[in-house]
């Protein structure tokens, strides 16, 4: 299924079908991870809250039980994600501020839309002095930034978002510990495209990137022979195509072009992914309006900087 072209006369729900199908055919389901994606993608920016019963009802279609989802949102509220309020015999599920603001620090990486422009300027962070758990902890949280280790002591990126690191240090309580530097390349491209393959594993990820092209091509060639998608297959291609999106960018440092291996993938995996959002993002919403609720009734429209994704979505409209 994965390196299937579309056919001729394949239509957009037919090909929507076929990717649904082998998302359920695959041996684990990562059930919290896809529950992740429809709160930070579809619920987050429509007020954050929803009833239990209508994400059950939702993740009934991509093959996950009714029980697989109540232990999974069980978990993320164990892990801080999620916090549940009891309403009479229902139960709503809200983002935590600790949810939020990891959503929000995603959100920016995943509709953003990528710097095509570099100054030669690193970011280099230096761990000395950080016991050895902390400094485990830096290694990690700065690596979910796009961060390489240059040495067992010093971390580095070509162009990094100062606003989500300096969150990310402080939320660790790091920020006054640390010395952060800027440094200036200087010549030899070369030499700084082999310090990048040594330094993140980008040819694994270019893989990847050429794996979410191939599985999503025929979604977006049916597409352009019928427009026609209705809105719970509309919210299923959303889902799906931010969800292995996701899976692959946050691996991704996302260094400038200057620094990548040539033909990366990654160029193409964007435009696609923007080009399937702009196709089905209104019909999904749709399609969760219908399905899913608050306390209070249906879910409040999508803020404002939901529109500002992929560069601004009102253009595809």
């Given at each position: 299924?994965?390196?299937?072209?579309?056919?001729?006369?394949?239509?957009?729900?037919?090909?929507?079908?076929?990717?649904?199908a082998e998302f359920r055919s695959r041996r684990t389901?990562?059930?919290?991870s896809l529950i992740t994606t429809v709160f930070g993608?579809?619920?987050?920016?429509?007020?954050?809250?929803?009833?239990?019963?209508?994400?059950?009802?939702?993740?009934?279609?991509?093959?996950?039980?009714?029980?697989?989802?109540?232990?999974?949102?069980?978990?993320?509220?164990?892990?801080?994600?999620?916090?549940?309020?009891?309403?009479?015999?229902?139960?709503?599920?809200?983002?935590?501020?600790?949810?939020?603001?990891?959503?929000?620090?995603?959100?920016?990486?995943?509709?953003?839309?990528?710097?095509?422009?570099?100054?030669?300027?690193?970011?280099?962070?230096?761990?000395?002095?950080?016991?050895?758990?902390?400094?485990?902890?830096?290694?990690?949280?700065?690596?979910?930034?796009?961060?390489?280790?240059?040495?067992?002591?010093?971390?580095?990126?070509?162009?990094?978002?100062?606003?989500?690191?300096?969150?990310?240090?402080?939320?660790?309580?790091?920020?006054?510990?640390?010395?952060?530097?800027?440094?200036?390349?200087?010549?030899?491209?070369?030499?700084?495209?082999?310090?990048?393959?040594?330094?993140?594993?980008?040819?694994?990820?270019?893989?990847?990137?050429?794996?979410?092209?191939?599985?999503?091509?025929?979604?977006?060639?049916?597409?352009?022979?019928?427009?026609?998608?209705?809105?719970?297959?509309?919210?299923?291609?959303?889902?799906?195509?931010?969800?292995?999106?996701?899976?692959?960018?946050?691996?991704?440092?996302?260094?400038?072009?200057?620094?990548?291996?040539?033909?990366?993938?990654?160029?193409?995996?964007?435009?696609?992914?923007?080009?399937?959002?702009?196709?089905?993002?209104?019909?999904?919403?749709?399609?969760?309006?219908?399905?899913?609720?608050?306390?209070?009734?249906?879910?409040?429209?999508?803020?404002?900087?939901?529109?500002?994704?992929?560069?601004?979505?009102?253009?595809?409209?």
């Amino acid at each position: 299924m994965l390196g299937a072209q579309a056919h001729p006369t394949m239509t957009i729900e037919s090909a929507s079908q076929n990717l649904v199908a082998e998302f359920r055919s695959r041996r684990t389901l990562r059930t919290g991870s896809l529950i992740t994606t429809v709160f930070g993608d579809s619920i987050a920016p429509r007020g954050g809250t929803v009833w239990l019963g209508g994400l059950i009802e939702v993740m009934e279609h991509f093959g996950i039980s009714e029980r697989l989802v109540r232990t999974s949102v069980f978990r993320l509220v164990q892990d801080g994600w999620l916090r549940s309020t009891l309403i009479g015999r229902r139960s709503y599920y809200s983002l935590t501020d600790k949810g939020r603001e990891e959503f929000e620090q995603a959100t920016h990486k995943i509709y953003g839309e990528p710097d095509s422009t570099w100054d030669g300027q690193w970011c280099l962070i230096l761990l000395s002095g950080l016991e050895p758990a902390t400094r485990d902890s830096v290694r990690k949280e700065c690596g979910w930034l796009g961060f390489g280790a240059l040495s067992t002591g010093v971390l580095a990126h070509p162009a990094p978002d100062t606003a989500d690191l300096d969150i990310t240090l402080r939320r660790l309580g790091v920020a006054e510990e640390l010395v952060i530097m800027t440094g200036q390349t200087v010549g030899n491209d070369a030499a700084m495209r082999k310090l990048a393959q040594e330094s993140w594993n980008l040819e694994d990820i270019d893989e990847r990137y050429a794996g979410f092209v191939t599985r999503f091509r025929p979604l977006i060639a049916a597409y352009g022979k019928d427009a026609k998608v209705s809105p719970k297959t509309a919210f299923l291609v959303r889902t799906l195509l931010i969800q292995e999106y996701r899976k692959v960018l946050l691996r991704d440092p996302q260094l400038p072009a200057e620094l990548l291996p040539s033909g990366w993938h990654g160029t193409a995996a964007y435009q696609l992914c923007r080009n399937l959002y702009l196709a089905v993002y209104a019909q999904a919403d749709n399609y969760l309006s219908e399905t899913m609720e608050t306390a209070s009734g249906p879910l409040p429209q999508p803020d404002r900087s939901f529109m500002q994704r992929f560069g601004g979505l009102a253009q595809g409209g």
